[in-house]
């Protein structure tokens, strides 16, 4: 699915006006009811409403759902914001439908205009959508931070206002919503941590764009999900024997960290890697030997970093602790292997130590940091749409993938190309899990799936898993081995 800046949501519109073809003023009509009818399915039914409308189109939609409500016998109350000028065509087309039902309407034009809201109330947020060209001050910042005071609970119309759907506003007075209702498809705004506290729950309402659209565009960024997925994962031949699905090597492990290594090795085993090979500390040969007796084990003196050659990718950094001894270790594996490998957590931390290191890593490998790993790498960002920029960047600068973990992880790859994963949930934000992440893409990768492919695949995966150990016990219970177990469901939900 991609997801689109806002002219390209803005000429999807125009082009479904103009091929299906619809009056602006209908597919208005269409969004709104769709709102309309999602309130009713979730528990709104009979609540009172009071509905906050800008005069432009975001507003108009809020008219449409008033008049809606109100025709349905329902109690509504419609304050509309004064911007000094008549509002938009359909704006005003629907404001003289709505006269003709039983809702209040009511005008604020000044400071003195702004009442309580009655607590029992849901509020409708329709004062600014897409069309939003500057941070919301004067009377619409006062409105805003009124309905935020008011405790009552909000739901936005299409993007909280004062929220840009392309650009940080981070700093600037927004609508904290406990729903948003947006339209076809995700906008890059509702994928960023920084907007958590306003977007709430995002709902996606089908409006009928029309698809025939989507072929002409190329999007800023693609949602990673099951289709994409499905169709990058290959069934197995019948013939085939573990030779075909590659040896993949894992550098991890010190003492006290053996944990991390055995998830990466269990969760590499689980990818469907052929053959898997650990380079351990030698005190944890019995743990991942019990743990893991499907992996060969390599012991020795700093991993013992021999004939590397010979297996078809790497995943290293895994509790591999970052004494100095691991910059010898990681100099080496990167001049023994110069194949696309996965590099992780303390791996990450020895190069943001050694910034040489980076313009040593193979081309087209994986790089997995969490945010606090990436600004040692790369330093900090002023927010989370510069932080995205920073790692297309960096991908291109040095040739490789970066995996930016987070909820919508973000894949950046050295084509300029950036993905945003949409499978997860916050139960996995536990220790271990990026351990698990790497072992899924190291076997990917040792399966031959391209780096880009394996980058996708391994992250959404990863994140199916854990949306289904969720829902098999909870988010508070889950942990990383849990991802693991229900990988193979992962798999099998694909298909
Ligand atoms: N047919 C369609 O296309 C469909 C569109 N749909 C809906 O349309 C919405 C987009 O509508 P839109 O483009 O009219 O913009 P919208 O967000 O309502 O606001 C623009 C107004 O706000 C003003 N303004 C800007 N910034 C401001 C600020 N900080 N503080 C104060 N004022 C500010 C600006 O005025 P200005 O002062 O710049 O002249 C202008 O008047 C979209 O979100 C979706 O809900 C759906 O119905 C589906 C079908
Ligand atoms: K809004």
């Not at 904290?176 to 907007?195: G, I, V």
């Not at 490998?341 to 990450?348: C, E, N, P, R």
């Not at 790089?367 to 960096?394: M, V």
Request: include cysteine; charged fraction near 15%.
């Amino acid at each position: 699915m991609q997801i689109f800046a806002t002219e390209q949501i803005r000429a999807w519109d125009e082009y479904t006006i103009r091929h299906e073809p619809i009056a602006s003023v209908d597919l208005m009509e269409r969004a709104a009811t769709a709102c309309y009818e999602w309130l009713l399915q979730h528990h709104y039914k009979g609540r009172s409403f009071s509905i906050f409308c800008g005069k432009g189109n975001n507003g108009g939609d809020g008219l449409v759902i008033a008049r809606l409500l109100a025709q349905s016998n329902h109690s509504v109350t419609v304050y509309i914001l004064e911007f000094g000028h008549k509002g938009t065509e359909d704006f005003q087309i629907n404001l003289a439908r709505l006269h003709e039902t039983a809702a209040s309407i009511l005008f604020i034009s000044s400071n003195e205009a702004i009442h309580p809201i009655p607590s029992q109330d849901v509020v409708i947020d329709a004062l600014l959508g897409s069309g939003i060209n500057r941070p919301a001050d004067g009377l619409t910042a006062e409105l805003i931070q009124h309905i935020n005071n008011s405790g009552n609970e909000v739901i936005a119309i299409d993007i909280p206002s004062g929220l840009y759907v392309d650009h940080s506003a981070k700093g600037n007075i927004v609508i904290k919503a406990r729903h948003t209702l947006s339209f076809q498809c995700f906008k890059p705004a509702f994928l960023m941590p920084e907007n958590a506290e306003s977007i709430g729950d995002v709902h996606l309402l089908d409006i009928g764009l029309l698809p025939g659209f989507l072929e002409q565009q190329a999007a800023p960024f693609q949602l990673v999900d099951q289709a994409m997925v499905s169709a990058i994962i290959r069934p197995r031949n019948p013939f085939d024997h573990k030779g075909d699905y590659g040896h993949a090597a894992i550098i991890a492990g010190s003492y006290g960290m053996m944990g991390a290594a055995v998830l990466c090795a269990r969760a590499c085993l689980r990818s469907g890697v052929g053959k898997l090979t650990c380079h351990i500390p030698t005190q944890g040969y019995t743990i991942m030997q019990v743990s893991a007796p499907e992996a060969m084990c390599r012991t020795g003196e700093n991993h013992s970093p021999h004939e590397l050659e010979k297996y078809d990718t790497i995943g290293v950094g895994p509790g591999l602790g970052t004494h100095v001894e691991n910059f010898d270790l990681l100099n080496s594996v990167f001049e023994q292997n110069r194949r696309p490998m996965v590099i992780d957590a303390d791996a990450l931390n020895l190069i943001g130590q050694e910034k040489a290191l980076l313009k040593q890593i193979p081309p087209g490998s994986i790089i997995t940091p969490h945010p606090k790993e990436f600004e040692r790498l790369f330093g900090k960002t002023a927010n989370d749409y510069d932080r995205i920029q920073l790692a297309l960047q960096k991908a291109a600068e040095y040739n490789i993938y970066i995996v930016l973990k987070g909820r919508y992880t973000f894949i950046a790859s050295p084509d300029g190309r950036g993905y945003f994963n949409s499978s997860g949930n916050p139960g996995m934000a536990t220790g271990g899990t990026g351990d698990v992440l790497t072992g899924i893409i190291t076997g990917l990768l040792a399966q031959k799936y391209s780096s880009l492919h394996a980058a996708l695949a391994g992250v959404f995966l990863h994140g199916r898993s854990g949306d289904l150990a969720a829902a098999y016990s909870s988010q508070p219970s889950l942990i990383a081995s849990d991802l693991i177990e229900f990988l193979g469901q992962a798999y099998q939900s694909l298909t």
